[in-house]
């Protein structure tokens, strides 16, 4: 195995809210020198939240990168300094209004690896409760809109059918639930 290539330059090109775009020069194995764009992305969380009776939670919003409505697992990006798990049981309130009493980290995937570096990192959550009152108030972010729902597998599936459940991180989530029932 060779030993991860070192770059000879680095031009950040973009810097947003979530994520930031860096053009680096780098020399390929075989020695030719290339730049190669890559987004750098801090990190993300997803929820595979299960209910007491065995269905899971999904959300449904609005994602504007392709014009529609879909359901999907909950998921969020990670605050700066934040750690997984923390990030996984902020997320579960937010976007579903419950907290969890366990979280099992299952599984890291990349979703995109060819030009972004982010890490999903999927969880199970279960033995969900509302939160109490002395629970903190974690509201969604403002930039959601969200609705959320419980369903089982069969359900799921025909959200998939009907093309309601179009994103790969719902899907790998629930090769990754599968996975961890073996």
Same mark, same amino acid.
């Given at each position: ?28 194995? &075989? ?47 990670? &605050? ?21 009493? &366990? ?60 093309g309601e459940v179009?994103?790969? &991180? ?13």
């Amino acid at each position: 195995m060779s030993a991860p290539v070192v770059p000879h330059d680095i031009r950040q090109v973009f810097e947003g809210r979530v994520f930031r775009v860096v053009v680096e020069r780098i020399t390929l194995p &075989k020695g030719q020198t290339v730049d190669m764009e890559i987004v750098r992305h801090p990190g993300s969380v997803v929820l595979i939240p299960v209910m007491d009776d065995g269905r899971l939670m999904l959300v449904r919003q609005y994602r504007h990168a392709i014009g529609r409505w879909v359901w999907e697992l909950p998921a969020g990006t990670l &605050k700066a300094g934040e750690e997984f798990a923390t990030a996984a049981a902020r997320e579960c309130q937010e976007e579903i209004s419950l907290i969890p009493g &366990k979280l099992e980290q299952l599984s890291g995937l990349y979703p995109t690896p060819g030009y972004c570096d982010e890490e999903m990192v999927y969880f199970l959550a279960t033995n969900l409760r509302t939160p109490g009152p002395n629970d903190p108030v974690l509201p969604p972010d403002e930039d959601e809109d969200i609705e959320c729902r419980p369903f089982s597998l069969d359900e799921i599936q025909t959200l998939m059918d009907r093309g309601e459940v179009v994103d790969m &991180k719902t899907v790998a989530g629930l090769t990754v639930l599968a996975a961890s029932r073996r």
